[in-house]
Structure formats: C-alpha cells, structure tokens
Nanobody, 120 residues
Framework: QVQLVESGGGLVQPGGSLRLSCAASGDISNAFAMAWYRQAPGKQRELVAVISSGGSTNYVDSVKGRFTISRDNTKNTMYLQMNSLKPEDTAVYYC??????????????WGQGTQVTVSS
C-alpha cells in the first residue's frame, strides 16, 4: 500500500516561491501519471500540473510559465516548484499518483494535502 505525503506548503508573499514535495512510501516508478491538484475554498478541485511516465508535462493555463512539475524515481518523490505566486494560487495542494487501465497493479493514490497561502 502506497502512502503519499505532501510537504512544503506555507504562507508566502505575492511574487514569492515555494517548492512542494510529495514523497511516496512505496515504489511508484511504474505509475502512468503523477499530478498536482489544488482546491480553493468554494471551488472544485482542479488539475494544476501532470507529468507522465515518459516525462511529458502539462499545466493549467493559469500557472504556465510559473510552475514546474518534476519527479525523481530514485527517491519516489515528485515536486512542484511554484514561482511568481499570486493570491489566486491560494489553495490546498494535493499530489496524485495513478496507474489505471494498464493491467495490474492498479492504483490511484492521493495525499492529504498541504496548504499554500499567498497573501500580503
């Protein structure tokens, strides 16, 4: 059973930076996709960034050019580097690691989330 733990959230001024980490307790090197989601109060959870097993990345338009998703399979960890943060980036950020529809093992794991607050 894989456990995901996010860290790195906190309070930051607009224009500042944060680096989020998501550490997995087990081997996730065979995952199809690893992603960061976020959910602000009163809003739906949205996909922020995703990185595939092949290394391709995609971002929601609002963070393009500011956020970078990456992974380190040797450490079973993925990261979200967030630069030029804006108040609208305030949300709880969740990591997600999944392997679905590809045969066993199948999984869809979520972390507990880490709070990011961007405010003056």
């Amino acid at each position: 059973q894989v456990q995901l733990v996010e860290s790195g959230g906190g309070l930051v001024q607009p224009g500042g930076s944060l680096r989020l980490s998501c550490a997995a307790s087990g081997d996730i090197s065979n995952a199809f996709a690893m992603a960061w989601y976020r959910q602000a109060p009163g809003k739906q959870r949205e996909l922020v960034a995703v990185i595939s097993s092949g290394g391709s990345t995609n971002y929601v338009d609002s963070v393009k050019g500011r956020f970078t998703i990456s992974r380190d399979n040797t450490k079973n960890t993925m990261y979200l580097q967030m630069n030029s943060l804006k108040p609208e980036d305030t949300a709880v950020y969740y990591c997600n690691v999944r392997r679905l529809g590809l045969g066993p093992p199948a999984y869809n794991y979520w972390g507990q989330g880490t709070q990011v607050t961007v405010s003056s």
